[in-house]
């Protein structure tokens, strides 16, 4: 029998099987006592990660040294202020005739705007549907109520330039390339190349720049993305000969697009579900941190009820149990939090009040938007 073969046929066992039977798992694999009073569900969620962590692998060494430092406060994203200010809290100071902003976020501060958008003398730190902006329904076009991070906006962009820039075909076809000689147009190429590269590589200034230089204009619809390319610009980078007036001056590129939220944000998830690049999400991994460490106080024996960390911790004990299942993550998954790879929309909430997660690591990567990172053993 496959190692495959052994983990689906031991996880399908777990579905009927009984509170005594479970308790008997749990001391086989564990060595120690389930606490008092689980539930058969959170028995079973624990014992289905044993299994998979002796078939396939558990976490590396290093993720869970560092999930333990982040629960301790030792490490650096575990570390805390003894000040706590709630993210969304605007603070504001007037200094040498000038008003000074400063934004409060879930991953810390923005001051004076760092990624607002400006429109006529108002400064956002979002881009906001016309909808928003003029407090009513457009009556010339449907339109939907969108405040997005500016971030997001500028790295849909980003996704559809360099996707274009590194398109030798659509390049090809643009620039008529064919009508060249070979070395002529491999120089183009390879120009296009190197503007791709370069882009992901600037400052935030720098960035910014980039884009009013090479993109027009930016529309968001209900369901694609619009980006309109100054030609005449990018002819003069790629060293291509200046365009004529009677030839078209931008290109335009409509990529299928849907806006998601996660949290009180808005994001934008690209072409075939590819989410626009997000960074660590510091919050959920401080969730992650905790439910790890708590999970191992219970594995090697140290908590006998759920009871004591919500006491220890001055929580709900129905906050603990909707908690604790973040400790039966795939690794993989937990790997890619830590790694900032998770989906745009992924959140903590999400995970903790999904009541149909598997326990089986292939469809957890599924039901929660992550690549492929288990084959099925169902």
Known sequence: MSKDDKVGQALRGLEEASRGTLVAQWRRHYRSEPPRYASVEFMRQAIAYAIQERELGGLPASAERELLAISKGTHPTGTSSKIKIKPGTKLLREWDGNTHEVLVTDKGFVWNGTTHSRRASLRYRYYVSQTLVIGRPRSDVPSKRWRIPASEIENAVLATLTS???DQSELTSIFQLAQMTPVEATAVLE??????????????????KALQSYVTRVEIGDATIAVTLNLAELHHVLRLPAIKSDEPQTHTIVTPVRVTKRGVEQRLVIGRGVMTPVKRDETLVKALARAYAWFEDIRIGKIGDLSEIATRENLPRSYVQAHLPLAFLAPKIVQAILDGKQPADLSAKKIMYRTDLSVEWAKQTSQLGFADLYRSVA
Not at 194 to 199: K, N, R, T
């Open 164 to 166: 274009f820039l590194d």
């Open 191 to 208: 120009a296009a190349t190197s503007l791709s590269l370069s882009l992901g590589n600037l400052d935030l200034t720098q960035f910014r």
